[in-house]
């Protein structure tokens, strides 16, 4: 108790507790996977003030989708809550892991809504983080993607955001981080967790408004399998969707950004970072697109 309070006392003296960012953590599969917790510890470990909010089974493939969130007919994953448990529930040992029982995009607003006020001292969350998601979420997937629909959620709500979606990942409980840290999925999700941090870190730093508004990032991770630490992968600016009529922003020498698909497909471990307009879940245009290449240049590099 004294040394927390004695570190806080000097953070605040030195003005650095201004500089704390806010997060909710969401994603689409559930708020026990392994991905989220492993996600969860890297951002705390790397000074950020986090609240998890998750839904309570997986929801993967449900886009968009909204209800009110209701009391479990069915346990939560990996047995996590009983049946009966209310609508709404967290952790009594830990209270910022939250699980919600109904879509993605409810999980995200009421980190947005309710948690982050009761967590953040009133304040609104500085950024949503959504996944990383098990699995790819390329092209036309991003559509039905539960991943991208919270994010979205949290972009359309004023509160910038982003997606993260991983190759290397099963749909498996926290508990295998301890249980099995050396299996390749395990390993995954630090390697993964280190990168989203890497992003976040640039682009929490950057000038505020820290995305524009009604916009949000789709970044896909490539397999791990020949990629094994962080410090293998690179990040590429692409496009969600093939269309060569539209002029992008010009970098690496053009004018025409490539596919997250193609990317993530070729050798070199790059990750891709998709510029996309949170209600059509579409590309953006060229001069928003500059916005995040701006933002992100000392981390992009050309797949080309
Ligand atoms: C709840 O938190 C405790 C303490 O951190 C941890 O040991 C336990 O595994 C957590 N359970 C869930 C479902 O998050
Ligand atoms: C998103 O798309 C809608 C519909 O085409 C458009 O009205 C809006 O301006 C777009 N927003 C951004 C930020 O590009």
């Not at 959620?153 to 301890?178: D, K, R, W």
């Not at 995954?188 to 505020?208: F, M």
């Not at 916005?291 to 240049?297: E, G, H, M, S």
Request: hydrophobic share 40%.
């Amino acid at each position: 108790m004294f040394s927390s309070a004695a570190i806080l006392f000097v953070l605040a003296s030195f003005g650095l507790a201004q500089t704390t960012k806010n997060l909710v953590l969401t994603n689409d599969d559930g708020w026990a996977v392994a991905q989220i917790r492993a996600q969860n510890d890297a951002l705390n470990a790397a000074g950020y003030n986090v609240v998890l909010s998750c839904p309570a089974v997986d929801k993967s493939g449900t886009g968009s989708s909204t209800a009110t969130p209701t009391v479990l007919k069915t346990p939560c994953e990996f047995n996590t809550c009983p049946t009966g448990s209310p609508a709404t529930g967290f952790n009594a040992s830990d209270t910022r892991l939250n699980y919600v029982n109904a879509f993605p995009v409810d999980a995200a607003r009421f980190g947005i809504e309710t948690l982050a006020p009761k967590f953040f001292s009133g304040s609104k969350p500085d950024f949503v983080v959504s996944g990383p998601n098990v699995g790819n979420n390329l092209g036309s997937t991003v559509l039905i993607s539960g991943t991208v629909g919270a994010a979205s959620e949290a972009a359309l709500e004023g509160i910038p955001s982003a997606a993260f979606s991983a190759a290397t990942a099963s749909q498996v409980s926290y508990t295998t981080l301890t249980s099995s840290p050396t299996s390749a999925d395990s390993k995954a999700t630090v390697i993964y967790s280190s990168l989203s941090v890497q992003l976040l870190n640039v682009l929490l730093a950057s000038s505020t408004p820290i995305l524009p508004a009604g916009i949000s990032l789709n970044v896909n991770y490539p397999s791990t399998s020949s990629c094994t630490s962080a410090s293998a992968f690179k990040f590429v600016l692409t496009r969600i969707n093939s269309d060569p009529g539209a002029t992008d922003v010009e970098t690496c020498g053009t004018t025409h950004l490539p596919t997250e698909s193609s990317v993530i497909a070729k050798s070199g471990c790059f990750a891709t970072v998709s510029v996309f307009n949170a209600s059509t879940k579409g590309d953006v245009n060229a001069a928003t697109q500059g916005i995040v290449l701006a933002k992100l240049t000392s981390i992009l590099t050309c797949s080309n």
